[in-house]
C-alpha cells in the first residue's frame, strides 16, 4: 500500500536558509504523524516559539533570524515532525568549545546517511559566540534550578484544580484546552529546550575530555547515577506496586486473569488488600497518571486515560525477582560516577595536564548532575500540562462519540482549532471531513518516513511500509554495533517488541529490542535484563532513565528490530555498544 496524496494538511514549508532535516531525538518523543489539533494550538505559537526563546535566551540566535510566520526550528513533513538538524549543528559551530558534529553525537546518534555539516555565509558570528560563551559559563556554575520547581508546582496545581469536565459546555471544554496552550506552552516548553542545550555542555566537556586522555568509554559512567531523574521516577514507583501486587494473592489472582478490564475489576473488589492497592494505584495516577505513549500528542492515551497501559507494566514487573528492584541499582551508578571521576582525575594529574582543564573537568562534573535532571524536570512538565488540556478534549471526544458525530474520542484531533466553532454549530457538515484525514492519517501511520532530507523532502508516495523494511538477519556470532547507553554486560533472551501498548511478550531477564523508547517505555527496563534500540543518542530521555535503573543499554543499534530474531539469546555490552547473537 502507498498513500495516493503527497501532503498532509499539517505539512510546512521547509527553510531555504537551514536545510537539513531530522527525525533523530524527535521520531522517539513524537513517533505518529502530527494531528491537525496539536499542528493549530501547539507547534508554532508553542513549540516553534518557545525554541527560538531558548535559543535567544543562550545567546546563539535572535527570533529575526528566523521566518516571521514560518516554522524553521521544527518542521512537518509527510505527516511526521522534523527537527531542524542545520540550526542545531550551527549552535554546536557558534558556541565555544563545541562543533556541529558533537552536536550529531550527542543528539542524533551514528545513523547512517547523514550529510557532513558545510559552512554557509552568515553561519559565523562573533557576538552569538560571545553570548553563547557567556551563557556556557553560567551552566557550568549553576548548582541548582529553582525555577523548574516553580514550574513543577505550577503544573501539579493545573491537575489537582482540574474542573468538574462533565459540567462544561462543549464550548467551555474547547475554550479551557486552548486557553492551556496559550498560557503555558510556550514558556514550558521554551524550558525544556533551554535545559536541553543546558545538558549537552557538560557532556559536550566530559565527552572531550574522556576522548582527549584515550578513555572515551568512561563518560557513560560519568553522566549515569546522577539521581532525582523525574522520568525514573515512575519506573521506581510502580516497581513498588509491583511488589504489593506479587505480595497479595488476591491482588495477583485478578492480574493473572488479565490487563485488559483489570481497572474495572480491581476496583470492584470488596477485598480489603485489593482495595488497599487500588488507593496506591490512584495516588501514583494522580502523580504519574500524565505519561504514556507519544505522551506529547494530545490525541494518544495515557496511563491515566487507558489504565490497561499502566497495568500491563505492572504485570511485567510483578513477575519479576525482587532483585529487579531499581533502587540498588541507583545506588550502584552513582558510586561507580563517583569512582570513575576519580579514574579519570588520576589520569589527569598522571597526564599532567593543566590546570584550566582539571578545572573545566570538575565544572563539567559538577554540572551534569544539574542540567540532566533539570532535562527530565522540565520533559515531565510539560507532560503533565498536557494531560490537562487531553482530559478537556477526551471529554469533548467523548460527547461527540455519543452524539454520533465521532466514531472513536480521539477524533477530536482531527479538526483544526479555527474549525471548530463552524463544527461546534453543526458538527454533521464535518462528517466526511474528519473520515477522510483520518483515512490519510492512518495510511501515513504504517509508513516509514526519511531519516533525514536536505533542502526538500520526498513525498509520502516514496516511502515504505515499516513491516517491509528489511536487514540481513544476524547469525550466531554476529555483532551489531551500536552506541553505549548505560554500562554493564548482561545475556537474555530477545524480545521483539514494537509496541509498548503489549509488552506481554517480555518475561523478567528478556533483553527489550525496541525501535525507539520515550519514557513510556522505561518501566519495562525494570524487569529486562537489557535494551536494544534502533535509534537514539546520548541525551535521548530513554537513555537517561536507562542510566537511572541501571539497566544495561545499547542505542543507534541500526535495523536491530529487523536483524535480532525474536527470541534469539544475545549479549548486550552497554560498555562497548554492541550486541553479539549467541
Not at 89 to 98: D, K, S, Y
Not at 446 to 458: K, R, S
Request: charged share 25%.
Amino acid at each position: 500500500m502507498s498513500v495516493n496524496f503527497d501532503r498532509w494538511i499539517c505539512d510546512t514549508e521547509p527553510s531555504s536558509r537551514f536545510t537539513l532535516y531530522t527525525r533523530a531525538n524527535v521520531g522517539e518523543v513524537f513517533p505518529d504523524p502530527v494531528f491537525p489539533f496539536t499542528r493549530s494550538v501547539a507547534l508554532f505559537d508553542g513549540a516553534e516559539l518557545g525554541w527560538r526563546d531558548a535559543w535567544e535566551r543562550m545567546g546563539a540566535f535572535d527570533h529575526h533570524e528566523f521566518r516571521p510566520n514560518e516554522m524553521d526550528v521544527l518542521g512537518v513533513s509527510g505527516g511526521y515532525c522534523y527537527l531542524n538538524a542545520s540550526i542545531i549543528r550551527l549552535f554546536g559551530e557558534r558556541a565555544p568549545g563545541l562543533s556541529a558534529q558533537d552536536m550529531d553525537d550527542q543528539f542524533f546518534g551514528a545513523q547512517p546517511g547523514i550529510p557532513p555539516y558545510v559552512e554557509q555565509p552568515g553561519d559565523i558570528n562573533v557576538e552569538a559566540s560571545d553570548r553563547i560563551g557567556a551563557w556556557m559559563g553560567m551552566v557550568l556554575s549553576a548548582t541548582d534550578r529553582p525555577e523548574l520547581l516553580d514550574d513543577q508546582r505550577v503544573t501539579r496545581q493545573l491537575r489537582v484544580m482540574r474542573p468538574d469536565v462533565s459540567a462544561l459546555s462543549d464550548q467551555e471544554l474547547l475554550d479551557a484546552s486552548v486557553s492551556l496552550y496559550d498560557t503555558h506552552f510556550r514558556h514550558l516548553f521554551g524550558q525544556h529546550l533551554h535545559a536541553t542545550y543546558a545538558a549537552s555542555v557538560p557532556v559536550g566537556i566530559l565527552a572531550a575530555v574522556t576522548a582527549a586522555v584515550g578513555r572515551p568509554e568512561l563518560i557513560t559512567a560519568l553522566i549515569s547515577g546522577v539521581g532525582d531523574v523525574d522520568s525514573a521516577a515512575p519506573s521506581i514507583h510502580m516497581w513498588r506496586l509491583s511488589r504489593l501486587a506479587k505480595r497479595s494473592s488476591a491482588v495477583s489472582a485478578l492480574f493473572a486473569a488479565g490487563t485488559s478490564d483489570l481497572d474495572h475489576r480491581l476496583r470492584a473488589s470488596d477485598i480489603p488488600e485489593v482495595q488497599a492497592f487500588v488507593t496506591e494505584l490512584d495516588a501514583f495516577v494522580l502523580e504519574f497518571g500524565s505519561r504514556g505513549p507519544n505522551e506529547w500528542e494530545t490525541a494518544r492515551p495515557t496511563w491515566e486515560t487507558k489504565p490497561s497501559l499502566m497495568l500491563a507494566a505492572i504485570d511485567r514487573m510483578r513477575a519479576a525477582d525482587d532483585s529487579a528492584d531499581p533502587s540498588p541499582h541507583q545506588e550502584i551508578l552513582a558510586t561507580r560516577r563517583m569512582t570513575t571521576a576519580d579514574e579519570v582525575r588520576s589520569i589527569l594529574v598522571a597526564a599532567g595536564v593543566d590546570e584550566a582543564t582539571t578545572m573545566q573537568f570538575e565544572a563539567a562534573f559538577a554540572a551534569a548532575a544539574v542540567w540532566l535532571p533539570a532535562r527530565e524536570r522540565t520533559k515531565t512538565n510539560v507532560i503533565r500540562f498536557t494531560q490537562e488540556a487531553r482530559v478537556l478534549m477526551r471529554e469533548l471526544g467523548r460527547r461527540m462519540v455519543e452524539r454520533g458525530l465521532f466514531t472513536d474520542i480521539e477524533d477530536f484531533a482531527f479538526l483544526f482549532k479555527d474549525e471548530y466553532p463552524g463544527f461546534l454549530a453543526d458538527g454533521s457538515v464535518y462528517r466526511a471531513r474528519i473520515a477522510e484525514r483520518k483515512a490519510q492519517w492512518q495510511e501515513l501511520a504504517v509508513l516509514e518516513p526519511q531519516f533525514v532530507f536536505d533542502t526538500a523532502p520526498d513525498f509520502p508516495a516514496a516511502w515504505v511500509r515499516r513491516d517491509s523494511v528489511s536487514f540481513d538477519i544476524l547469525q550466531p556470532g554476529d555483532v551489531l554495533q551500536g552506541i553505549p547507553g548505560c554500562v554493564g554486560v548482561a545475556e537474555g533472551r530477545a524480545r521483539v517488541i514494537l509496541d509498548s501498548n503489549d509488552p506481554s511478550a517480555l518475561m523478567p531477564g528478556d533483553v527489550l529490542v525496541a525501535p525507539s523508547t520515550d519514557p513510556s517505555w522505561t518501566p519495562l527496563f525494570v524487569p529486562a535484563g537489557a535494551v536494544v534500540v534502533d535509534v537514539g543518542a546520548p541525551l535521548s530521555h530513554a537513555v537517561i532513565v536507562s542510566r537511572e535503573l541501571g539497566i544495561p543499554c545499547v542505542i543507534s543499534a541500526t535495523g536491530a528490530t529487523k536483524r535480532i530474531p525474536d527470541g534469539a539469546m544475545i549479549r548486550v555490552d552497554g560498555t562497548s555498544g554492541t550486541v553479539t547473537l549467541l
